[in-house]
Nanobody, 119 residues
Framework: QVQLVESGGGLVQAGGSLRLSCTAS????????MGWFRQAPGKEREFVST????????YYADSVKGRFTISRDNAKNTVYLQMNSLKPEDTAVYYC????????????WGQGTQVTVSS
């Protein structure tokens, strides 16, 4: 079992920055691919970014590419999402998720953290 706790959300003006953190319980954090997803009001949850177990590979949705950066610190059991040049359309609840490297889907999800970008 892995428990994920996100933090770092809040209210920011357009063009501003936020850094989200997601800390995992357990001692096998490096066995998991980590991802960030988001869900805006009235919309389906969408993929934002993912990072491999080592941090050596990262992927981004086109909508955030060049503005968001995902990273991880396996010693701290934490994955980060640095969000720069935020836009009102980035407003959503952001969730982190964990996928065992041998699995085909994300098995564990955090409770989410609200990000609101004002225009």
């Amino acid at each position: 079992q892995v428990q994920l706790v996100e933090s770092g959300g809040g209210l920011v003006q357009a063009g501003g920055s936020l850094r989200l953190s997601c800390t995992a319980s357990g001692r096998t954090f490096s066995s998991y691919v980590m991802g960030w997803f988001r869900q805006a009001p009235g919309k389906e949850r969408e993929f934002v970014s993912t990072i491999s177990w080592s941090g050596g590979s990262t992927y981004y949705a086109d909508s955030v590419k060049g503005r968001f950066t995902i990273s991880r610190d396996n010693a701290k059991n934490t994955v980060y999402l640095q969000m720069n040049s935020l836009k009102p359309e980035d407003t959503a609840v952001y969730y982190c998720a964990a996928q065992l490297v041998t699995a085909s889907s994300y098995d564990y999800w955090g409770q989410g953290t609200q990000v609101t970008v004002s225009s």
